[in-house]
């Protein structure tokens, strides 16, 4: 069975830095797109950054030159580095991953159990 584990969420003053992390485990037989989404209280949630296997990457408007993705292919992890963090940043930050499993190769949407973001004074 597939899963998505995040961790790195927490409390952070603004202008602050925080790393979130998010590893794929179980029978996997490859990963297309890995990606960040969060949802504020009261708010639908949106899609904040994305990486293909590639490494070709897309950002929402409002955290391009603040945020940053990467992954490790190798270790099956995505990574988002969140740099001069405002409140309005503040919510629950979800990995997502497109995985086709070993057991029929056929591609599939995961969600990780999503990690708290506060960002306040």
């Known amino acids: 069975q597939v899963q998505l584990v995040e961790s790195g969420g927490g409390l952070v003053q603004p202008g602050g830095s925080l790393r979130l992390s998010c590893a794929a485990s179980?029978?996997?037989?490859?990963?297309?797109?890995m990606g960040w989404f969060r949802q504020a209280p009261g708010k639908q949630r949106e899609l904040v950054a994305a990486?293909?296997?590639?490494?070709?990457?897309d950002y929402a408007e409002s955290v391009k030159g603040r945020f940053t993705i990467s992954r490790d292919n190798a270790k099956n992890t995505v990574y988002l580095q969140m740099n001069n963090l405002k409140p309005e940043d503040t919510a629950v930050y979800y990995c997502?991953?497109?995985?086709?499993?070993?057991?029929?190769?056929?591609?599939?949407?995961?969600w990780g159990q999503g990690t708290q973001v506060t960002v306040s004074s």
């Open positions: 990486i293909t296997s590639g490494g070709s990457t």
């Open positions: 179980g029978s996997i037989f490859s990963i297309n797109v």
């Open positions: 997502n991953a497109v995985i086709a499993p070993l057991a029929n190769r056929s591609m599939y949407n995961y």
